[in-house]
């Protein structure tokens, strides 16, 4: 009864997605169709998370290329929060497309976080169909995480695919939430109002609230001058005092560079692209290149989280928040992705 009952799930739940739309998953739907409107139309893809949805424009960068003598265009595909699981499933999705003209993807090397403190999202149950959810749980399986760790990931990767293998209405019934509030495919980076112009503000708003806000602001500031100092004292492995991740253990590189060849095996080059980050962001791309120095696997690396390097991208003013760039720090991020990537790649380009 019980095999009979799963299969029938599994079966009504195949013939009801065949007619209706997908739902709406934030940036990702709707990039994704655009995208596959025209798939032979692009040459270069941007995919991660809001680190390339904020920070890559891609009208600048073939404007650049343009007036290098290369003529191309490129898309940005960054969804906030996009994981290792999901940046996965959505490279596959794009090569199933059959995108002839397709030669690079610039890929953000993030974490498997798989969404496990949001087992019921949509945006979860959405990823965790079987492919995928087995892909994440051989990373948890052969992961260095603590026994109760993995316990709880494993459950919910598993309450995920339990929610999306049995449900027969609501992730295909074309839910519109969000349909006509449609983004800019090509995302022109955060708002204009950095931290600079934040200061201002800040100093406009009277009482504890002012005082505050400044506050952050100048904690901020220290944090950039700090960056430096924070970049030599990294030089061991993750800090092991924040719970809960393995970021890019010997595992998590290999699995990068299985999709780095796999997209050879159709042509296409990746390049793993790490952009600048002051917290947060700064935990992962740090782990990152530790693990990258570490193994020196066979892959294709920009990095632009260093100050000491790119000094102009750590400037106050150029910051929306405590991990985005504003669109003028996207714009000067963007020039230096272009001119490094056409130094490395122009002969491969001209052929």
Not at 189 to 212: D, H, L, T
Not at 286 to 314: G, M, V, W
Request: proline share 4%; hydrophobic share 35%.
């Amino acid at each position: 009864m019980s095999l009979s009952f799963l299969g029938a799930s599994a079966l009504l739940k195949t013939a009801l997605s065949k007619f209706a739309p997908e739902p709406i998953v934030r940036t990702y739907t709707v990039k994704m169709a655009e995208f596959e409107k025209a798939p032979n139309q692009y040459k270069i893809l941007f995919v991660g998370s809001s680190h390339i949805h904020y920070h890559l424009m891609p009208d600048q960068f073939d404007s650049h290329a343009r007036s290098q003598g290369f003529s191309f265009q490129s898309f940005n595909m960054g969804s906030p929060n996009l994981d290792r699981m999901e940046t996965n499933a959505l490279v596959k999705r794009i090569i199933s497309s059959g995108p002839e003209n397709l030669k690079y993807i610039f890929i953000e090397p993030r974490s498997f976080s798989s969404n496990f403190k949001n087992p019921d999202s949509l945006r979860a149950v959405y990823f965790h169909n079987h492919e995928n959810t087995a892909f994440l749980l051989d990373y948890i399986v052969r992961s260095s995480l603590e026994f109760d760790e993995k316990f709880l990931r494993i459950k919910s990767a598993i309450q995920s695919f339990s929610i999306n293998f049995f449900n027969i209405g609501d992730l295909h019934k074309g839910l519109t939430q969000g349909a006509t509030n449609k983004l800019d495919v090509y995302s022109l980076g955060p708002q204009k109002n950095g931290f600079a112009e934040m200061k201002w503000y800040c100093r406009r708003v009277e009482g504890k609230e002012g005082k505050a806000c400044l506050r952050k602001i100048q904690k901020f500031s220290k944090k950039l001058d700090e960056e430096n100092d924070f970049y030599r004292s990294a030089q061991t492995e993750y800090n092991k005092s924040l719970r809960g991740t393995e970021p890019f253990s010997k595992y998590q590189i290999q699995s990068l560079v299985d999709l780095s060849n796999t997209l050879k095996e159709q042509g296409i080059t990746a390049i793993f692209l790490n952009t600048p980050a002051v917290y947060g962001g700064n935990d992962q791309s740090i782990a990152f290149k530790l693990a990258y120095k570490r193994d020196t696997p066979p892959i294709h690396i920009l990095d632009y989280n260093d100050p000491s390097q790119f000094p102009s991208l750590f400037q106050e003013d150029l910051w929306y928040d405590n991990t985005h760039l504003n669109q003028q720090g996207a714009q000067l991020l963007t020039q230096y992705i272009a001119s490094d990537f056409l130094k490395k790649f122009s002969a491969s380009l001209e052929e």
